[in-house]
């Protein structure tokens, strides 16, 4: 069982369109993350929220763009896509101080 | 900069036997290493991890690994694996920051159990 959440499970898209990623954590946690799970390649960090504010950005495009409204809700918005975009998002959540990041089931995006 | 290897993509073994998914780090420091398992169509769940102290841990579902610093290893290992064990598993190794703390991990070990 987790404590965070995501929708949608799976999301089929076309490059001009625009979509959201939506996270919820019930774990009263303070950090949250975005992954990226491609076939074959590790696990790839995206964006890191502490606090509600941003304390990392790996070098993603400009073509996702997350929010954090408040510590408990992390969206990744989307537009205009590439096909290699096509991945596993994962979202997790984590004490500030603590390693342990729970994860949420993820979300199956297709970009067609 | 920190790195994970885990050099087995595939790994297939019959139910009972046992098993060690092998994982090599590389870390300036000291370092916090992890596994996670993930279950088909699932997110990642924490197995077990090491900060220091005994180099021996235990992990949930019967799990352990082992740290040893002079081969930059940290082995998962399971006496008997169960069917339900077939899963992807991933190294894990942090990276201390201000705040949120990062991971990084590995390419990931796919389980296979057989009859």
């Known amino acids: 069982e987790t404590g965070v959440t995501q929708t949608p499970r799976h999301l089929v898209m076309g490059m001009t369109n625009k979509k959201s990623l939506k996270c919820e954590q019930h774990?009263?946690?303070?950090?949250m993350y975005w992954y990226k799970q491609s076939a074959k390649k590790p696990l790839e960090l995206m964006f890191v929220y502490n606090f509600k504010e941003q304390t990392e950005n790996n070098s993603v495009p400009s073509r996702f763009s997350p929010e954090c409204p408040n510590s408990s809700h992390l969206f990744l918005h989307l537009h205009t896509l590439q096909p290699e975009d096509s991945a596993l998002y994962l979202c997790a959540s984590s004490q500030g101080d603590s390693y342990e990041q729970y994860f949420g089931p993820g979300t199956r995006l297709t970009v067609t | 900069a920190q790195s994970v290897t885990q050099p087995d993509i595939h790994i297939t073994v019959s139910e009972g036997a046992s098993l060690e998914l092998r994982c090599n780090y590389s870390y300036g420091a000291t370092p916090y290493l992890f596994w996670y398992v993930q279950s088909p169509g699932q997110g990642l769940q924490l197995l077990l991890k090491?900060?220091?102290?005994?180099?021996l841990v235990q992990g949930i579902k019967g799990f352990e690994a082992e740290f040893k610093r002079s081969q930059s290893s940290f082995n998962l290992r399971k006496p008997s694996v169960h069917w339900s064990d077939a899963a992807e598993y991933f190294c894990a190794v942090g990276r201390a920051k201000t705040g949120a703390n990062n991971l990084f991990f590995g390419t990931g070990t796919r389980l296979t159990v057989i009859p």
């Open positions: 090491y900060f220091s102290g005994d180099t």
């Open positions: 774990l009263g946690h303070n950090a």
